[in-house]
């Protein structure tokens, strides 16, 4: 597989599940670590988002309960929540993949999702977004 390829066709997904948040995270690495930027777009987006086999919203389940249950990933959390919520999911939906982690993660990390989760919703209705 053609490196190139790997990189439009991750940086095409990344924009459709992320939009700007998603951008804003790669740019903030280039200063820092330009090829690591790189790979986050290659092989998560490129590679794996790309598959067939889940549409968009079966794989941000996922993803918002993997973020969820490791309990100390909240910046990746909250922009998985966003590209949640940009690809389908409802508020609702957002917090019942969260709730069902204390089952498996504990409750802090739970509270440290729905408190992610409350943070993205404030701020997409501090700026207009559903």
């Excluded at 597989?1 to 459709?16: C, H, I, P, S």
Aim: proline share 4%; no cysteine.
């Amino acid at each position: 597989m053609e490196t190139e390829d790997r990189y439009q066709r991750g940086w095409e997904k990344l924009k459709e599940i992320d939009g700007e948040a998603g951008e804003r995270v790669i740019e903030s690495l280039k200063d820092i670590a330009p090829e690591f930027a790189r790979y986050v777009i290659e092989f998560p987006f490129g590679d794996i988002y790309s598959r067939p086999g889940l549409d968009l919203k079966s794989r941000e389940i996922a993803v918002v309960a993997a973020l969820t249950a490791l309990g100390n990933a909240t910046p990746q959390l909250k922009v998985h929540i966003h590209a949640a919520l940009n690809v389908g999911l409802t508020r609702q939906e957002v917090i019942e993949v969260i709730m069902q982690m204390a089952v498996y993660a504990g409750f802090p990390a739970a509270l440290n999702g729905l408190f992610a989760a409350k943070d993205v919703f404030k701020e997409r209705d501090d700026s207009g977004k559903n």
